[in-house]
């Protein structure tokens, strides 16, 4: 079946232009996360969905980041006036609920889109 | 607060040798352990987990919670078994940041 769909791939944008991320989840899952692979940083996370619950923005670095998840599917990513320091790949993850079980259900990641702020 | 620390960014070893790549991680509660492998030009994907004491691809990794360790082992390393491999942590209960914290990653170099 269809994976975590992420678009674009790639992006070159200038510094200061806003840019808009995309991502596709796995249908049914209802969980879905942001985050930023940078190098030697490792994997930073950036923000989670549950369901209808409000989300944990806890990893967001600054106000120019914000996230939304329309009809508990689709997420965008949005960064304004991006800078040189927000160039990363940029992944997004889902993975279905936990249901009655406390234990956590894999995440499922997509292939990132790789964000080069000029 | 949650973290994970991989105090290695790169482990060389030759086929054949045993491998450990070392997690360290720090949570008050009870937390549940991951492995995730990014193989070149893959997506990330879980390996292993803690709660189901499996082996995956050879790979074994034991909750030390007197240590608060995660270490990943593999007796004999492959060639193919060079990758960026991140340990993650999660509450196992509903506390905490429930979204998975990782950290820095260490990328396994097998050579021949």
């Known amino acids: 079946g269809a994976g975590v769909s992420q678009s674009p791939s790639n992006k070159v944008t200038e510094k200061g232009k806003d840019v808009e991320l995309r991502c596709d989840p796995i249908s049914g899952h209802t969980a879905l996360y942001w985050y930023r692979q940078s190098l030697g940083q490792g994997l930073e996370f950036l923000i989670y969905f549950q369901g209808n619950s409000a989300p944990d923005k806890s990893g967001l670095p600054s106000d120019r980041f914000s996230a939304e998840r329309t009809g508990g599917s689709v997420s965008t990513l949005t960064i304004q006036r991006t800078q040189q320091e927000d160039s990363a790949v940029y992944l997004c993850a889902s993975s279905p609920d936990r249901g009655i079980s406390s234990y956590n259900s894999p995440l499922h990641f997509g292939n990132g889109t790789r964000l080069t702020v000029t | 607060a949650q973290r994970v620390t991989q105090p290695e960014k790169l482990l060389s070893v030759f086929k054949g040798a045993p491998v450990e790549l070392k997690c360290n991680y720090s949570?008050?509660?009870?937390?549940?352990l991951f492995w995730y492998v990014q193989y070149s030009r893959q997506r990330l994907q879980l390996l292993l987990r803690h709660i189901s004491r499996e082996s995956i691809k050879g790979f074994t990794a034991d909750l030390n919670k007197g240590e608060t360790s995660f270490h990943l082992k593999k007796p004999f390393a492959q060639e193919e078994d060079s990758a960026m491999y991140y340990c993650a942590l999660s509450p196992l209960m509903d506390t905490g940041r429930r979204a998975l914290t990782f950290g820095s990653g260490t990328r396994l170099q097998v050579q021949p």
């Open positions: 949570y008050s509660g009870s937390p549940e």
